[in-house]
C-alpha cells in the first residue's frame, strides 16, 4: 500500500513539474512578448483602420504598422502611448501629442507618385506658410531611410514631409511641432522617428 502511495506522490510530483515547465516555454520562449495574441493593426493606402485588438507592446511602446496595397510595403513605428494618441488618417496613422494636438507624426502611402514630383506642392495642404524649403534627398532622423525633404512654418508651427520612394508609391512621413516649443517636441517626435522601418509585407 505504501508503495501504491509513493508511485501515485512521485507520478503527482512528475505531472506538476511537467505542466509548470510548459507554462514558462509558453510564457518566456514560444510568445514572449504576446505577439501572436495581438497583431499589428493593418491599414490599406485607400482603406480604414479596424484594429479590433490592441496592437503588441514592447518595452518601447506600442508597435504600430502602415501598409500599402499591390505591392505590400510595410512601415512600422513604436509609439508612447502614455505621451501621443494614435488616429487613423488618410489610411494611415497620425500620432498626435497629447500635450499640443498640433505636434504630430503621420505616416500614410501615396499610390503611383513619385517623391520629387510631389514634394514642391505637398506641404501646401498642411499649413498657409511663410518659409519654405525642399532639401532634396536626406535622411529620417536617427534611421537608414531616405527620402526628398520639404519644410515650410507660419511663424508659429512647422512641418516637415520626408516623402520616401518605395515600389508601391510614395510613403508620406510628416511631421508637424510648435515652435515655441520646438527642441521639446522635436525631441519627443525624434524617439518615435529612430523606431521607424519599412519592410515587405
Not at 506641404?123 to 520639404?150: C, H, P
Request: charged share 15%; aromatic share 8%.
Amino acid at each position: 500500500m505504501i508503495k501504491i502511495i509513493k508511485k501515485v506522490l512521485i507520478f503527482l510530483f512528475l505531472l506538476i513539474i511537467v505542466v509548470t515547465a510548459g507554462v514558462l516555454l509558453e510564457i518566456f520562449v514560444i510568445d514572449p512578448l504576446g505577439k501572436s495574441s495581438t497583431p499589428s493593426p493593418s491599414v490599406a493606402v485607400t482603406g480604414y483602420t479596424t484594429p479590433s485588438e490592441e496592437p503588441p507592446v514592447t518595452a518601447s511602446g506600442k508597435a504600430f504598422t502602415v501598409t500599402s496595397k499591390d505591392p505590400a510595403i510595410s512601415c512600422t513605428v513604436m509609439v508612447d502611448d502614455t505621451l501621443f494618441e494614435a488616429v487613423t488618417a488618410d489610411g494611415g496613422y497620425s500620432f498626435r501629442l497629447l500635450a499640443d494636438k498640433n505636434a504630430y507624426l503621420k505616416l500614410y502611402f501615396i499610390q503611383d507618385a513619385n517623391a520629387a514630383s510631389i514634394a514642391p506642392g505637398f506641404l501646401n495642404s498642411y499649413i498657409d506658410f511663410k518659409n519654405f524649403s525642399n532639401s532634396g534627398d536626406n535622411y529620417i532622423d536617427g534611421t537608414e531611410i531616405s527620402g526628398q525633404t520639404v519644410t515650410a512654418d507660419d511663424g508659429t508651427t512647422e512641418v516637415t514631409a520626408w516623402l520616401v520612394n518605395t515600389d508601391a508609391g510614395v510613403l508620406a512621413v510628416v511631421t508637424s511641432l510648435s515652435l515655441e516649443h520646438q527642441d521639446a517636441e522635436k525631441a519627443l517626435l525624434g524617439q518615435m522617428l529612430k523606431t521607424l522601418s519599412l519592410s515587405a509585407a
